[in-house]
């Protein structure tokens, strides 16, 4: 009855090239997908901060000129009223 088991490890193919460079491919991108979720968690740059900055400087700039545009689309309206009364 012992003499049927056979205890040996099963014999696993080498693998190729192609499965290792699969292989290496997943671990590098998975390392890549950590160091960016860690990029997202842990912000280091101050750079940023003065980005953000900047931008809400701009879009500060552009709501105080949107009255202006209004301001004309108001004026456009009266003229094509008063080309409509003649």
Do not use: N, W
């Not at 940023?48 to 545009?69: L, N």
């Amino acid at each position: 009855m012992s003499a049927d088991l056979d205890l040996s490890p099963p014999e696993v193919p080498e693998p190729t090239f192609l499965e290792s460079v699969l292989r290496y491919g997943l671990f590098l991108g998975a390392i890549f997908q950590l160091i960016c979720i860690l990029a997202i968690i842990f912000p280091t740059s101050k750079g940023h901060e003065q980005e953000e900055t900047e931008t809400t400087d701009s879009r500060a700039a552009e709501q105080m000129k949107k009255p202006k545009g209004a301001a004309t689309q108001i004026r456009q309206k009266q003229k094509k009223e008063s080309k409509k009364k003649r």
